[in-house]
């Protein structure tokens, strides 16, 4: 499956923590847009949705939720909660995020600006085209 958890590298001293993220190095894309959803219930869901051709990594800056992942084969599940470790969700990934905790800021990088044509929203579709890609 094409996602896997970046680990940064922290700066702290006794004035707290610091984390850099530079596309190319740390982040494996170059980075277009970021974007942060915070706020959100926990009873509420999120995503259901795959991109066709977009790059992102998402980070919980604080607080946690979940990420349920589905290449087409098989689905696993990710909790963010450390804000030194990223998720990297490549393009043909469908995606849920769930169980967010009140204090929860998701920070997302993305390779590219934002394209309503890049989404799958529906799951059908995405199977038929991660299928036909594969085959
Ligand atoms: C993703 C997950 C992790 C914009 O206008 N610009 C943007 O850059 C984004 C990301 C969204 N929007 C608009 C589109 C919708 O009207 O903001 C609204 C909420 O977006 P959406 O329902 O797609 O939000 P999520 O949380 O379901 O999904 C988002 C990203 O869209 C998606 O790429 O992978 O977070």
Redesign the pocket.
Known sequence: METRILNFNEFGDDRGCLISLESMKNIPFEIE?V?Y?YK?KSEVT????A?RD?K?V?IALSGSCT?VLDDGLSRNEVILDDPTKGLL?CSMIW?E?KLFSDDCI?L?L?NH??N?ED?IRDYSSFLKEVRNICN
Do not use: D, K, P, S
């Not at 999120?46 to 949705?49: A, L, V, W």
């Open positions: 847009r974007y959803i959100t999120r995503g259901y949705h991109h977009l992102q998402a990420f969700i995606r995020m998701l997302v993305a600006n934002y309503e989404y």
